[in-house]
């Protein structure tokens, strides 16, 4: 009963419409699909706030009036010490709620485009238990599926292993935005850095990988990134990057967002844009065909978004690759009575009370960023000192303004808009706005305040700024990752920068106020009340958000500093070629999708070739 009293208080059940009364049994939903720990701590802090409840009036949060109730929460959010904890209370709840208001009356419903082209899947409990295969590709996001289509194409035998499952665009669209939420994202989206503050890094676990739940948006890598690659790290195509991101935008369609679809959110972005003489533009996405559903993050319904299970991954199963899904790979197996290094010989891939094993004499590592680094620690190759470190994550943070007129951001394009005027500080912000509670911003508020604040999200207009941050990070964990990250103080003052320009551009929209996303004081009604909150206020006490983890098994020229070689080949063993986001040597300071690709492609060829 301590989460039904909690919900009812934060957002001021009061029994006057359906809706929240049926918060509790979607939140349990959320419950569900998180890590035990942070399962176990959401639990025990509503029991905490119920036992203050019985302390001050003798009654548990269930049992109170919802005066009573809100006179409970308000005398706790008054001690700053437990807002933050409040705050973090709030997450959960308020993906519960905004589905319930969107099924009360949100988006319409839009149908399924097309079909999705053949996959060759097989679920893991139907592999056989001994198998060969030319290659082995562990994961089937941005870089395995990229790699995976270049093998297959060269005649290589190639098998796909995946630990998530297939999820086609038809099953989209018949289920609410939330129940995708806690399906297609590992540990139910609430996979969390600790550190110096904690961050929300969510990553997807599908057919596909992340690029099922990421916004679309398609920046190519900035040149001066290229070229750092190139001149101080050794990481470069013998051809440049150049023709890889272009097959890679080929193979995704990617163009400009057209403006019929851009929606108001989008448009807002564009005008305060305008008025200030920004530079400002809607984003090139993998999206032909777009109808504005704003579900990127949740899978497209439409099909209009070309991600990976529907773009590259066809491909690859039509030149012979084999997707194995619901297959978590135990470690890479590898032959030790060779002179010199070991030479892998295959993987070992997890099964009920017993596993399969498929040989094969090269394995691709495309696990992601996070999850890379700990597979290659339990197959015994994680000796390099530098692997899992140099993690960058795009530490992020949202605002919203409030408009006289409706916005109804979640219409539209999820990702619109590209304000790069700061970009050349390390700073990009992007139009984003997803079903309601998906975001990262946080409504302020708790109680009758909070209620408001759900029920008039219509007339909110949101940005999110993300940072090109200095490798932060550490990836530990060898049968569970354990991330820490502690937020450079250089990138601290970024984020702060970046409040104050997505400030700056929302009034400039005509803004009435803006919401700051500071428990402390969450509204300012003029640029110059922003700039005095700012002047006072650290990184640490914004909502701060991550996407995007890179560089943790890095490859690079030095083998002292690179866990893998230019060529994406990690040191210390035969076979193992790296071709996910954990190969990038830095930061890509824009959405890395292409990025990954590229290298992947790249790195694959050069594999082909030796």
């Not at 029991?47 to 009573?68: C, K, N």
């Not at 009920?352 to 197959?379: C, D, H, M, T, Y």
């Not at 390099?384 to 006289?404: D, E, I, Q, W």
């Not at 951001?409 to 808009?417: D, H, I, K, R």
């Amino acid at each position: 009963m301590s989460l039904t009293g909690l919900v009812a208080a934060l957002i001021a059940d009061d029994g006057t419409t359906d809706w929240p009364r049926r918060v509790p049994a979607r939140l349990e939903t959320v419950l569900t699909t998180m890590p035990l720990a942070a399962r176990a701590g959401v639990r025990a802090a509503a029991r905490g706030v119920d036992a203050y409840a019985l302390t001050r009036t003798g009654r548990t949060l269930s049992a109170l009036t919802v005066s009573e109730r809100e006179s409970v929460l308000n005398e706790l959010a008054a001690r700053p010490a437990l807002l933050p904890l409040l705050d973090v209370l709030k997450v959960p709840v308020l993906l519960a709620a905004g589905t319930e208001l969107m099924l009360e009356g949100g988006p319409p419903r839009r149908g399924l485009r097309r079909p999705d082209p053949p996959l060759d899947l097989t679920p893991a409990h139907a592999w056989p238990a001994r198998s060969t295969a030319d290659a082995v590709v562990i994961g089937s996001g941005a870089g395995g599926a990229m790699a995976a289509r270049t093998l297959a194409r060269a005649g290589l035998d190639v098998v796909v292993l995946e630990e998530g499952h297939h999820h086609p665009t038809e099953s989209f669209g018949r289920r609410p935005p939330l129940d995708r939420f806690t399906e297609l994202y590992r540990d139910g989206g609430a996979t969390v850095a600790v550190g110096g503050p904690p961050l929300l890094l969510p990553t997807g676990r599908a057919v596909g990988g992340t690029t099922v739940v990421n916004s679309g948006t398609c920046y190519r890598t900035p040149d001066h990134v290229l070229s750092r690659w190139s001149t101080d790290f050794g990481f470069t195509p013998a051809d440049g990057f150049d023709p890889y991101l272009d097959e890679a935008e080929r193979t995704l369609r990617v163009a400009t967002q057209p403006l019929d679809v851009l929606g108001d959110n989008g448009r807002i972005a564009l005008e305060g844009a305008r008025e200030l003489g920004w530079r400002a533009a809607p984003l090139r996405r993998n999206a032909p065909g777009c109808q504005g559903s704003c579900q990127c993050v949740v899978g497209c319904p439409t099909g209009a978004k070309q991600s990976v299970q529907l773009s590259v991954l066809p491909d690859a199963c039509a030149a012979g690759a084999r997707i194995v899904t619901g297959a978590r790979v135990e470690r890479i197996l590898v032959d030790t009575d060779v002179p010199g290094w070991p030479r892998v010989s295959g993987v070992r891939v997890g099964r009920g009370s017993g596993g399969f094993e498929i040989l094969a004499p090269l394995v691709v590592v495309a696990a992601g960023a996070l999850q890379s680094p700990p597979l290659l620690r339990r197959s015994g190759l994680g000796r390099h000192p530098r692997l899992g470190r140099n993690l960058s994550v795009h530490p992020a943070t949202s605002v919203a303004g409030r408009f006289a007129e409706p916005v109804t951001a979640w219409q539209g394009v999820l990702q619109s808009v590209g304000v790069e005027e700061h970009h050349a500080h390390g700073i990009l912000i992007e139009a984003t706005a997803t079903p309601p509670g998906m975001g990262s911003f946080i409504l302020p508020g708790v109680g009758g305040e909070l209620r408001r604040e759900l029920e008039s999200a219509g007339h909110l207009a949101t940005l999110g700024a993300m940072i090109a941050d200095r490798p932060s990070g550490r990836v530990l964990g060898r049968d569970r990752t354990l991330l820490r990250y502690d937020l450079d103080h250089r990138d601290a003052g970024r984020l702060i920068r970046a409040v104050r320009a997505m400030g700056e551009l929302l009034f400039a929209a005509g803004a009435e106020e803006v919401l700051t996303g500071i428990p402390t004081t969450p509204r300012v009604r003029c640029l110059a009340e922003l700039d005095a909150v700012l002047a006072g206020t650290s990184a640490r006490r914004l909502h701060l958000s991550a996407y995007h983890p890179t560089g943790t098994v890095a490859g690079g020229a030095d083998p002292q500093r690179f866990p893998a070689d230019p060529w994406g080949r990690l040191r210390g063993v035969h076979g193992v070629l790296v071709a996910d986001a954990s190969v990038l040597p830095s930061c890509p300071q824009v959405n890395p999708q292409l990025s990954i690709m590229a290298a992947a492609l790249a790195l694959a060829e050069e594999a082909v070739r030796a």
